[in-house]
């Protein structure tokens, strides 16, 4: 069982900044893939990002790709998705999610956050 919780959204200016924070609760945080979903309202829940155990493979939706960036301490149960040149279509509520090793490119999760609204200002 893992509990997540999501950090670090806010109200931004379109082509700024900002950095989600997840902070995983339960054992063997390591042996899980972790990812990023949004969801935009009237919109369905996109994927749009994942990181394997040791950060070391990544997979990213089109629509974010050279702008986010996901990372992983595994040191302190925490990933990460920075986000740059933020866009008004971001704006969505974003959820981390975690499924038990498996593969970055499957959108497939077990566990999910409560969510954190980010808000781009064009």
């Known amino acids: 069982q893992v509990q997540l919780e999501e950090s670090g959204g806010g109200l931004v200016q379109a082509g700024g900044s900002l950095r989600l924070s997840c902070l995983a609760r339960?054992?063997?945080?390591?042996?899980?893939?972790m990812g990023w979903f949004r969801q935009a309202p009237g919109k369905e829940r996109e994927f749009v990002a994942a990181?394997?155990?040791?950060?070391?493979?990544?997979y990213y939706a089109d629509s974010v790709k050279g702008r986010f960036a996901v990372s992983r301490d595994n040191a302190k149960n925490t990933v990460y998705l920075q986000m740059n040149s933020l866009k008004a279509e971001d704006t969505a509520v974003y959820y981390c999610?975690?499924?038990?090793?498996?593969?970055?490119?499957?959108?497939?999760?077990?566990?999910w956050g409560q969510g954190t609204q980010v808000t781009v200002s064009s």
């Open positions: 339960g054992r063997a945080f390591s042996n899980y893939v």
């Open positions: 999610a975690a499924k038990f090793r498996g593969l970055v490119t499957s959108t497939s999760y077990d566990y």
């Open positions: 990181i394997n155990w040791s950060g070391g493979s990544t």
